[in-house]
């Protein structure tokens, strides 16, 4: 397995495994699917300043990602992102998501523009919870029913980890 910086040509993958969350899991409150286009929009919002986005490469093709994005628009949050980590549903278990969790935070380390990476996991969600605990994870508190997905109405678990 290769991790490296995600490029446009990895998108289709990065799409498809995004969507799939979308429409069967529980680790995005999205919806509907993403089209290719505004998932180019968020693909441009990384690789700049302190948003790295990257990709997990086996058999040639991009089976995960990791990225830190803005937690929140106004700037006194500037030096504080927001961890994402989706693995494609064929290349579970495998570790992938651990590896790419622990390369991503070695790069947050290494930036003098990262103070706070905050992950927001839905409380059902139990395997992101163990890892971001692995990983050194503080959890910050439970949010009660505030998003409403397949029927259900969900939790969502705050992390927090200083770099």
């Given at each position: 397995?290769?991790i490296r910086?995600?490029?446009e040509k990895d998108?289709p993958e990065?799409l498809d495994?995004?969507n799939y969350?979308?429409?069967?899991?529980?680790s995005?409150?999205d919806?509907?699917p993403?089209?290719?286009?505004e998932?180019?929009?968020?693909?441009?919002?990384?690789n700049?300043?302190n948003?790295?986005?990257i990709?997990?490469?086996e058999?040639g093709?991009?089976?995960?990602?990791?990225s830190?994005s803005?937690y929140?628009p106004k700037e006194?949050?500037?030096?504080?992102?927001e961890?994402?980590v989706?693995?494609d549903k064929n290349y579970r278990r495998r570790?992938?998501?651990g590896?790419?969790a622990?390369a991503i935070?070695?790069i947050?380390r290494?930036?003098?523009?990262?103070h706070?990476?905050?992950?927001?996991?839905?409380?059902?969600?139990?395997?992101?919870?163990?890892?971001?605990?692995r990983?050194?994870?503080?959890?910050?508190?439970t949010?009660?029913?505030?998003?409403l997905?397949f029927g259900?109405?969900?939790?969502?678990?705050n992390?927090?980890?200083?770099?």
């Amino acid at each position: 397995m290769i991790i490296r910086t995600a490029e446009e040509k990895d998108m289709p993958e990065l799409l498809d495994i995004y969507n799939y969350e979308v429409e069967h899991g529980l680790s995005t409150f999205d919806l509907n699917p993403k089209t290719m286009e505004e998932r180019l929009v968020w693909f441009r919002d990384h690789n700049v300043g302190n948003h790295p986005l990257i990709v997990a490469e086996e058999d040639g093709k991009s089976v995960g990602y990791a990225s830190l994005s803005s937690y929140r628009p106004k700037e006194a949050y500037a030096a504080t992102v927001e961890l994402s980590v989706y693995i494609d549903k064929n290349y579970r278990r495998r570790g992938i998501a651990g590896k790419l969790a622990s390369a991503i935070l070695e790069i947050a380390r290494e930036r003098d523009d990262i103070h706070t990476v905050i992950s927001v996991i839905t409380g059902e969600n139990e395997a992101s919870i163990r890892l971001h605990e692995r990983l050194g994870f503080i959890h910050c508190g439970t949010i009660n029913e505030v998003g409403l997905k397949f029927g259900k109405m969900l939790n969502i678990e705050n992390f927090q980890l200083m770099v």
